[in-house]
Nanobody
């Protein structure tokens, strides 16, 4: 059974930085899948943030391009999201998930997420 465990969220001032981490445990064939980050703000649908392919090709939502960086470590089954120059509109619960390809749908049951709040 695959479990997704996100961490690293918190309260940060506008312009600040956070680094999110996600462990993809269980039989997820991590090294053979794209892994990505998604977020959901109150009253809104969950949206795509960033994804990284098996060959480490990255793709980002326009709203975070140039500010966020996704990375992965296949040995530890971890995926990271470095978030810089944070804005109030980045506030949301952040989730990770895996997909068969960068354009594919998330495969696994969502984890609990990690809350990011950007506020002065």
């Amino acid at each position: 059974q695959v479990q997704l465990v996100e961490s690293g969220g918190g309260l940060v001032q506008p312009g600040g930085s956070l680094r999110l981490s996600c462990l993809v445990s269980g039989n997820a064939f991590f090294s053979a899948r794209a892994v990505g980050w998604y977020r959901q703000a109150p009253g809104k649908e969950r949206e795509f943030v960033a994804i990284i392919s098996v060959s480490s090709i990255t793709s980002y939502a326009d709203s975070v391009k140039g500010r966020f960086t996704i990375s992965r470590d296949n040995a530890t089954k971890m995926v990271y999201l470095q978030m810089n120059s944070l804005k109030a509109e980045d506030s949301a619960v952040y989730y990770c998930n895996a997909a068969n390809s960068p354009g594919g749908s998330p495969l696994f049951r969502w984890g609990q997420g990690t809350q990011v709040t950007v506020s002065s």
